[in-house]
């Protein structure tokens, strides 16, 4: 009976407090943290519980195991706004992405963005906003960074506020389609973060840019 409530007790925190402290990790990293921190967790409990070496090691196994299944469940819930975004995105330049600390990326270039020296929406990037605005009003606790670039046409003076002008025309739009505004972080990064070469059209054009991050807030 002790080691049934023992168990009961270490199943009901460990998911909860994993759960709390996940984040946007690949399968295989997101289940490895998720059974390190289910077995502290788990052994923490069933030596509080328990009081004894048997206690302990019963509930360090039993939270590896329910820490893995939180870590799994996370990476399939980020891996299906990945999947909804590029199904919104299908057809177009944009690009959908998973950044190396493993947020969503989404890259919007100027086909589907701006024209040269505007920070007014395309009304290609419409539908793709409110598919986004879609997944964030589903996934409440998401933060997002949203990074406006422009092409090397101009000077810094010119090219460093129209780029902030462009994220925040996004920001606003995703405001006035119900995200909110305390969930979005703008910045702009003028000309300084090329994605390559500014010698062309074609490449200015991919250059002149929204950049799009989101995944879980601060949290635990």
Known sequence: MKKSMTM?????????LVAGCAAPQTTGQSVGAGAGIGALVGAGLGQAIGRDTRSTLIGAAAGAALGAGAGYIW?????QQKVAMEQATQGTSVQVSQTA????????????????GSAVLNRNMYPILDR?????????YTD???IGHTDSTGSNAINN???????????NYL?????????????????????TSNATEAGRAQN?????????GSGM
């Open 132 to 140: 986004l605005a879609q997944t964030l009003q589903q996934n409440p």
């Open 161 to 171: 506020p129209l780029s902030l002008n462009r994220a925040n025309a996004a920001r």
């Open 208 to 216: 002149r840019r929204v950049e799009i991050k989101y995944g879980p």
């Open 8 to 16: 009961l007790t270490i199943a009901a925190t460990t998911t909860a």
């Open 75 to 79: 990476s399939n819930q980020m891996q």
């Open 101 to 116: 600390d493993n947020r969503l990326r989404i890259n919007i270039p100027a086909d589907a963005s701006f024209a040269v």
């Open 175 to 195: 405001v006035s389609r119900g995200v909110s505004g305390s969930r979005i972080v703008t910045s702009g990064m003028g000309s300084a973060q090329p994605v």
């Open 144 to 146: 997002v960074s949203i």
